[in-house]
Nanobody, 123 residues
């Protein structure tokens, strides 16, 4: 199985940018479809973005389209989430996930989850 560890979270002002990283160990990332979800207190998990095994297809949640970009570097066994034009409503714990499917957008399609990294956007 694969182990996932997120990094890159922190505190940023509205309008700023952050890049999250998800480092994998245990198995090559190229064998997985990958995704990001986020969780805010009192809310359900929200789909953020996903990327196919070959990196050619991406999906985004409506609230982040045009601002966030998901990418993967299988040579480094790492996935990224570039977040631009951040808003206070982007404040959440962000989780990277891995699926045995080619690409997935539902959380129940993801078997492996990282521990999460906190992103806080101040107004």
């Amino acid at each position: 199985q694969v182990q996932l560890v997120e990094s890159g979270g922190g505190l940023v002002q509205a309008g700023g940018s952050l890049r999250l990283s998800c480092a994998a160990s245990g198995r090559p990332l190229r064998t997985y479809g990958l995704g990001w979800f986020r969780h805010s207190p009192g809310k359900a998990n929200e789909f953020v973005a996903s990327i196919s095994r070959n990196g050619e297809t991406t999906n985004y949640g409506d609230s982040v389209k045009g601002r966030f970009t998901i990418s993967r570097d299988d040579a480094k066994n790492t996935m990224y989430l570039q977040m631009n034009s951040l808003k206070p409503e982007d404040t959440a714990v962000y989780y990277c996930t891995a699926s045995s499917l080619w690409i997935a957008t539902s959380q129940d399609q993801y078997r492996y989850w990282g521990q999460g990294t906190q992103v806080t956007v101040s107004s």
